[in-house]
């Protein structure tokens, strides 16, 4: 399938997920056969502002063939200004988050905010499509802010006419963050009002809850966020493959990624989490968590991976 100008290798992609899809985790759900993968959620008043934190967030490796950004925002001069800065004219694929159901996001009337305001949503998108021109821009939404409302239909129609190239919706609204079963219908009326590519989100956790999704959506792509975490290898899983991942070489690896990015302690305290999700289902995995956890070194880091090899994998 095509996003604008874009060739994807198939129609599963990882979209942002704050506090994991880090340059690591991106590489990794890359090689497993994920179509994009995007970067956590920028600022783009951040951005704009010079903050060290975010300049380490834009971390790229060559080992993603298609660089994308997520930034979020609600004022349309600091996208424009933000998607022109001079770190994000790697990325191939700018993206809009109109979905984050974070307090202090939403607060800001950034994220899921936007879904109150839809011509202030359409003119953000517009002026990231401008800022951005001639690469692509995508948008991730959720169904409504509120429970029981339907706005997504009514917001991926402007982020269309604005100039998105695509859209990817949460089955979910705002109020109920990752509560309750993912509403597909409300994906499937989204994917009828529009004529770009509609990728669905939400729940999507192996082949069963692919093909449901596929069939009661109609949507042109999935986006596999929270079954992707301590798993970059569901991937090649939903396309069918049998896999038998090596973890404590998965895990090494991602921490190799990381520590030439950010010094050894930073990258030890970002592996925990990663660690903690590999481990969930696993034999002894409290063990490993508790090992993970108390890591002070990239030593601990591995001796907790080991921890993960062979028949200690339920």
Do not use: W
Request: glycine letters at 8%.
């Amino acid at each position: 399938m095509k996003i604008g100008p874009l060739e994807l290798s198939g129609n599963i992609i990882m979209p942002a997920i704050a506090g994991y899809t880090d340059i690591g985790m991106r590489a990794l759900a890359y090689r497993f056969g994920a179509a994009l993968a995007f970067t956590e959620m920028i600022s783009a008043k951040g951005l704009v502002y010079g903050s060290a934190h975010t300049e380490a967030l834009l971390a790229t490796s060559d080992f993603e063939p298609i660089k994308c950004v997520q930034l979020f925002g609600s004022e349309p001069e600091f996208i424009y200004r933000a998607v022109k800065h001079e770190q994000l004219q790697k990325f191939d694929l700018i993206d809009l988050n109109f979905g984050c159901p974070v307090p202090k996001i939403v607060s800001n009337g950034d994220g899921s905010a936007l879904l109150k305001d839809i011509p202030r949503l359409k003119e953000v998108v517009a002026a990231a499509v401008e800022a951005a021109a001639p690469r692509p821009v995508t948008a991730k939404m959720r169904l409504g802010f509120r429970l029981g409302e339907l706005v997504s239909p009514l917001a991926a129609r402007a982020a269309e006419e604005a100039g998105a190239k695509a859209v990817t919706v949460h089955g979910r609204t705002r109020e109920e963050y990752y509560s309750g079963k993912v509403d597909l219908i409300g994906i499937r009326e989204t994917k009828n009002a529009v004529s770009i590519p509609v990728f669905a989100n939400g729940d999507i956790v192996d082949r069963a809850s692919l093909f449901e999704t596929a069939y009661v959506t109609g949507a042109d792509g999935f986006a596999v966020a929270r079954g992707a975490i301590g798993r970059p290898y569901i991937f090649r899983e939903l396309s069918g493959e049998r896999v038998s991942p090596d973890i404590p070489a998965l895990i090494k690896e991602h921490f190799d990624m990381l520590s030439n990015v950010y010094p050894d302690g930073v990258a030890v305290d970002m592996m925990k989490k990663h660690i903690a999700a590999y481990a969930k289902g696993a034999r002894g995995g409290k063990a490993v968590k508790l090992k993970a956890f108390a890591a002070k070194s990239k030593e601990d880091i591995f001796a907790a991976a080991d921890m993960l090899r062979g028949d200690t994998v339920a």
